[in-house]
């Protein structure tokens, strides 16, 4: 079984920054991409970043620019720092990894997601 924890949401200005972390553990052989979702109330999920594990990146566009994912292999963890924040990206934000196990199965993880709000 493997586990994805987030952390860094909260509560944050039009034009501010936060930094999400999610760590992956439990019975992982390799993670084959990493990403963040985000869902807002009344929307469908969408793909916010992905981060594969030969270090190509995809973004949504409404994020580009001043969004970064990034990956710590060492200890299966992912980073989306966040700046210039605006009011849209109020949501819930997922993490989801796909993870190779020591049993060399390949299954789809989410966390439990972390709240993040944009406002004065």
């Known amino acids: 079984q493997v586990q994805l924890v987030e952390s860094g949401g909260g509560l944050a200005q039009p034009g501010g920054s936060l930094r999400l972390s999610c760590a992956a553990s439990?019975?992982?052989?390799?993670?084959?991409?990493m990403a963040w979702y985000r869902q807002a109330p009344g929307k469908q999920r969408e793909l916010v970043a992905l981060s594969t594990s030969g270090g190509t990146t995809n973004y949504a566009d409404s994020v580009k620019g001043r969004f970064t994912i990034s990956r710590e292999n060492a200890r299966n963890t992912t980073y989306l720092p966040m700046n210039s924040l605006k009011a849209e990206d109020t949501a819930v934000y997922y993490c989801?990894?796909?993870?190779?196990?020591?049993?060399?199965?390949?299954?789809?993880?989410w966390g439990q997601g972390t709240q993040v709000t944009v406002s004065s």
């Open positions: 439990g019975s992982i052989f390799s993670i084959v991409f």
């Open positions: 989801n990894a796909d993870v190779m196990t020591h049993s060399r199965l390949t299954f789809r993880y």
